[in-house]
């Protein structure tokens, strides 16, 4: 069973920072792949950052050179460090686990809203 439980959302003004972490629990939770999706309202769902259990980052273009992903493996915790955040980064931020693509495991979702 694996779990995720995201937190470090809130209320940042355009170009802004916020780090996102989740803490994640389960046996097999370091063999598998950890990304980030955000669903803004009205919007489709769209994988933000990905990472491999090795430690291979991947990235959406929109966020490309403003969002780190990375994991502490020993911890069991992965982040998202966003930075010059833009109105349009607002959404809800799930942290996810699994595979190509790691969708299999979902966290409840936390807030970020980007507004002045």
């Known amino acids: 069973q694996v779990q995720l439980v995201e937190s470090g959302g809130g209320l940042v003004q355009p170009g802004g920072s916020l780090r996102l972490s989740c803490a994640a629990s389960?046996?097999?939770?370091?063999?598998?792949?950890m990304g980030w999706y955000r669903q803004a309202p009205g919007k489709e769902r769209e994988l933000v950052a990905t990472?491999?259990?090795?430690?291979?980052?991947n990235y959406a273009d929109s966020v490309k050179g403003r969002f780190t992903i990375s994991r502490d493996n020993t911890k069991n915790l992965m982040y998202l460090q966003m930075n010059s955040l833009k109105p349009e980064d607002t959404a809800v931020y799930y942290c996810?686990?699994?595979?190509?693509?790691?969708?299999?495991?979902w966290g409840q979702g936390t807030q970020v809203t980007v507004s002045s």
């Open positions: 990472i491999t259990s090795g430690g291979r980052t």
């Open positions: 389960g046996d097999i939770i370091r063999l598998l792949n």
């Open positions: 996810t686990a699994g595979w190509s693509p790691p969708s299999a495991y």
